[in-house]
């Protein structure tokens, strides 16, 4: 079977569960690529390659006498390194936890992965406890753009769009505080979810900001997303912002409907107005408006909250929260964590408590805000990233570009959010857009990025890693 690197998680569950397509063939292919890839690109921080060599020969024999575990049957994933394991170190790429005691028990999100069938592959590259980053001064090197390997892929959860893009995995795990699924998914051509807050638990994930923090799923193509949440979603007990909704959502069955009698609010002040955005991301967005009007979606211009105010409430509610999580270590140990890293956390020890509560009085607002505007339209249309990926060994270009975004909003609020691209820039590097959606309502989120990812052939874009 050719090009096994970009086939997709739902064909290779159908190519599995059909027998035509053994895991073992597939994992011992994706090991060898690894090998040959990835020590450019530096997507993982450990390959787990014997186990998950025993997990395919156990997908395999469970395959022929017809006794799948689930929808993802066979199929591998990458897991970002502040996610727990069994029996695997999870380092948060930091110097803290370098000799960490190896996780004696899966985070939530992964024990829902290996009882769908999924193939854990490794722990893959993140920014420092997921907010320092791009680092040199940490134990491993930063992860790669596959699109330019001087460029940045994005992050937090780097090593989970580089991986994806490359071809060495078809879905892959990450988290999101500020926008850490969805950056890397615009910076890679590849798509990434940010479900509603409480969907996904996150038990058995390293924090950085307990009210902001998101797990979510990060795959090649709109489908796998979906199926992936499918998986991912569900209540936890034991996780004190898991949601118990009174039935699942099939996040596949509405995928090809279209957008025919959809309203899409377009909030094209964030890209055009509060942060003005490269020329090329702008039209862009324009080219997606138009597809989606085209197929049949009415599109209306739509007010939100200017991004500055949106960026000062993440701000200070993510740094209050992380400093309450590291001031300990930051006391003890600075010296063990990366520049980045450092300096980006002890800021948290200068916002008085009347800032954190402001800032969460100005969220409640906010959501109220983003609510009216989702009452008047079905799905939110803006901009992801406001600029192409640049490089990464310009730190202060990489700040800069860090702030330019649209992502933080949907995190102060907890709605549903997901990064795809657009195309590519004059210089072969990815552009994105972002669609956003009621609460819950991943449904109408996947369908709307599946009918722009039909019109526009987003999921045939693989960088010219093979050539």
Request: hydrophobic share 45%.
């Amino acid at each position: 079977m050719s090009e096994l690197q970009w086939m997709t998680a739902t064909a290779a569950a159908a190519a599995i569960a059909r027998r035509e397509l053994s895991p073992v063939e597939l994992v011992r292919f994706l090991l060898d690529r690894i090998g040959r890839l990835d020590p450019r690109l530096n997507a993982f921080i450990r390959v787990d390659a014997e186990a998950a060599m025993d997990q395919a020969r156990a997908a395999e024999a469970e395959a022929g006498q017809g006794r799948l575990r689930g929808p993802l049957h066979g199929v591998p994933v990458g897991i970002k390194d502040i996610i727990d394991v069994r029996g695997l170190p999870t380092t948060c790429h930091s110097k803290i936890f370098e000799d960490a005691v190896a996780a004696n028990a899966d985070a939530d999100c992964v024990a829902r992965l290996r009882a769908a069938g999924a193939i854990i592959l490794g722990k893959l590259s993140t920014h420092e406890f997921a907010i320092g980053g791009p680092s040199l001064d940490l134990p491993w090197p930063p992860a790669r753009n596959p699109w330019n390997r001087d460029h940045h892929p994005g992050g937090s959860s780097s090593g989970s769009g580089s991986g994806l893009a490359a071809g060495l995995f078809p879905m892959a795990l990450g988290t999101d505080t500020g926008g850490s699924v969805r950056n890397p998914a615009s910076a890679c051509a590849i798509v990434g979810t940010k479900p509603t807050y409480g969907l996904v638990s996150r038990r058995g994930v390293f924090p950085l900001a307990f009210t902001l923090d998101h797990v979510g799923p990060m795959a090649r193509t709109v489908a796998d997303n979906a199926m992936m949440l499918g998986v991912l979603a569900g209540h936890d007990p034991r996780d004190p912002a898991s949601v118990a909704l009174p039935e699942r959502s099939d996040y596949l069955g509405m995928l090809e409907r279209g957008v025919r009698g959809l309203r899409v609010g377009f909030v094209r002040h964030f890209h055009a107005e509060d942060m003005p955005a490269d020329p090329e991301v702008a039209a862009g967005l324009d080219r997606v408006a138009a597809t989606l009007r085209s197929e049949g979606a009415e599109i209306v211009d739509v007010k939100l909250p200017p991004l500055p105010d949106f960026a000062a409430v993440n701000r200070v509610i993510l740094q209050s929260e992380a400093w309450s999580i590291h001031s300990g270590w930051l006391s003890e140990r600075p010296g063990d964590y990366g520049r980045l890293a450092r300096r980006r956390l002890m800021s948290g020890a200068f916002i008085g408590a009347g800032d954190y509560v402001l800032a969460s009085r100005r969220r409640a607002r906010m959501i109220a805000d983003v609510e009216a505007v989702l009452r008047q339209a079905d799905i939110l249309l803006c901009a992801s990233a406001m600029d192409p990926p640049c490089r990464i060994d310009e730190p202060e270009t990489v700040e800069r570009t860090y702030m330019r975004q649209a992502r933080t909003p949907f995190n102060v609020t907890g709605h549903p959010a997901l990064a795809m691209p657009t195309g590519l820039s004059r210089d072969g590097l990815p552009l994105s857009v972002q669609f956003v959606a009621r609460y819950f309502d991943e449904a109408t989120l996947f369908r709307v990025a599946r009918a722009w990812e039909r019109a526009g052939c987003t999921d045939t874009l693989h960088p010219p890693l093979d050539g």
